[in-house]
């Protein structure tokens, strides 16, 4: 094979759509952070020559990326103009991977699986031990290898902060006790970006934090809306957050007083007990209801 070196802008480098190799987000920070310090590139990315024309990057894909993050202008690379065909390209890709990060088995079993050419499998290099662990992975895998993120930095001042850092902390506990994680659909990201797109129109915002804020809001504004949800079902199918009754999740200290003072003494009469308390409040709206 005919190997040159060639410096080109990484951002004309055409990137692997499936990568065996990947690195998590910590590390792919550090990598971002050595390219910021160093310049350049400790190790030179592999090219050839794709389909279409583009250089298409074998190997160094995270150092690609971590250079067009940092801006550089130029970085040197290892290329070819040789024709490979698609499973010497796996081979290489394979066998080239040996910078710091993990291998996803999932990926590289369909990667390996993928190349048909014996001498190409030799190549790729994958021993006996690997191919064990390969055959114990029957799927694609949902993970940082097969995600492609980017970090998002937002700033709040600091009453919008500490109402943020609640809702967070209310999420985050709730999630321990969760029995799964689930991702939402990607149209729903759409309908997300619509809704803060929109908002920030309409008020004239240029900051995503204040917008975001403010969606909250809008949501706690109407949050009696949510009654829809459980007004149709059986009584005694579900719990419903208070605040989408009264529509506020706090209420006033003189109200609260008056409340608690009528809750105690329907307790000490027996009328209801500590666990119910809510009892307290039924029985008082349908005694006024039955006034009617």
């Known amino acids: 094979m005919n190997i040159f070196t060639m410096e080109i802008d990484p951002k004309e480098i055409k990137l692997l759509g499936m990568n065996a190799r990947y690195m998590k987000h910590e590390e792919f920070r ?33 150092r690609t990326q971590a250079a067009v993050e940092v801006g550089l202008k130029k970085i ?14 796996i081979a290489i890709q394979l066998s080239h991977n040996s910078i710091a990060g993990q291998d996803d088995p999932a990926t590289l079993k ?20 690997t191919l064990d662990l390969l055959d114990k992975f029957a799927s694609v895998s949902i993970s940082e290898s097969n995600l492609k993120f980017q970090t998002l930095q937002m700033v709040f001042l600091p009453d919008e902060l ?11 506990e709730e999630a321990k006790h969760a029995d799964a994680v689930w991702l939402a659909r990607h149209s729903s ?5 619509d809704t803060q797109e929109a908002t920030m129109a309409s008020y004239g915002i240029k900051n995503a934090a204040t917008a975001i804020d403010l969606v909250l809001k809008l949501a706690a504004r109407n949050i009696t809306q949510l009654r829809e949800g459980y007004e149709d079902a059986s009584a005694d199918k579900k719990w419903v957050p208070i605040e989408t009754v009264i529509g506020r999740r706090k209420i006033p200290a003189g109200a609260a007083k008056v409340i608690s003072k009528a809750l105690n003494r329907m307790q000490g009469r027996g009328e209801i007990n500590s666990n119910e308390l809510w009892a307290g409040l039924e029985q008082l709206a349908a005694a006024y209801l039955s006034g009617d």
């Open 30 to 62: 550090r990598l971002v952070d050595n390219v910021r310090k160093d310049g350049q590139l400790s190790s030179a990315p592999f090219l050839c020559r794709d389909d279409d024309g583009r250089w298409l990057c074998l190997s160094g894909n995270h």
């Open 76 to 89: 040197i690379c290892l290329a070819t103009e040789d024709p490979l065909t698609k499973d010497q390209r």
């Open 110 to 129: 369909l990667l390996y699986e993928e190349i048909l050419d014996v001498e190409a499998k030799k190549y790729s290099g994958l021993d006996d031990k």
């Open 162 to 172: 500490e109402e943020a850092e609640q809702v967070i902390d209310k999420v985050r």
């Open 189 to 193: 990201y759409d309908d997300w970006l």
